[in-house]
Nanobody, 127 residues
Framework: EVQLQASGGGLVQAGGSLRVSCAAS????????IGWFRRAPGKEREGVSC????????YYADSVKGRFTISSDNAKNTVYLQMNSLKPEDTAVYYC????????????????????WGQGTLVTVSS
């Protein structure tokens, strides 16, 4: 079973930066890509970004392109989401999740395709 632990959320002012982390158990990266999702207050959960750590390929939602960067440290079994130029509308609970690599592709944002989910970490951006 895959276990995911998200951390690093907090309170930041608009225009600031924050990095959230997703620590994965065992050999997760061998079989799974890792995605970040978020759920803002009163909204549905949406895909933010996804990475295949085997080749470093990534996807981003249009709303975060140019501001967020996803990366992985395979030695630490950890995926990071660096968030810059944060906006109040980025306020949300951020979740990481594991996507079977056979499903990794342009439909990465379909949350039903993900097998495992972390518990979420809250990011609050003040105006």
């Amino acid at each position: 079973e895959v276990q995911l632990q998200a951390s690093g959320g907090g309170l930041v002012q608009a225009g600031g930066s924050l990095r959230v982390s997703c620590a994965a158990s065992g050999s997760t990266f061998d079989d799974y890509a890792i995605g970040w999702f978020r759920r803002a207050p009163g909204k549905e959960r949406e895909g933010v970004s996804c990475i295949n750590s085997s080749d470093g390929s990534t996807y981003y939602a249009d709303s975060v392109k140019g501001r967020f960067t996803i990366s992985s440290d395979n030695a630490k079994n950890t995926v990071y989401l660096q968030m810059n130029s944060l906006k109040p509308e980025d306020t949300a609970v951020y979740y990481c999740a594991a996507l079977p690599k056979r499903l990794y592709g342009s439909s990465w944002y379909h949350e039903f395709a993900y097998d495992y989910w972390g518990q979420g970490t809250l990011v609050t951006v003040s105006s």
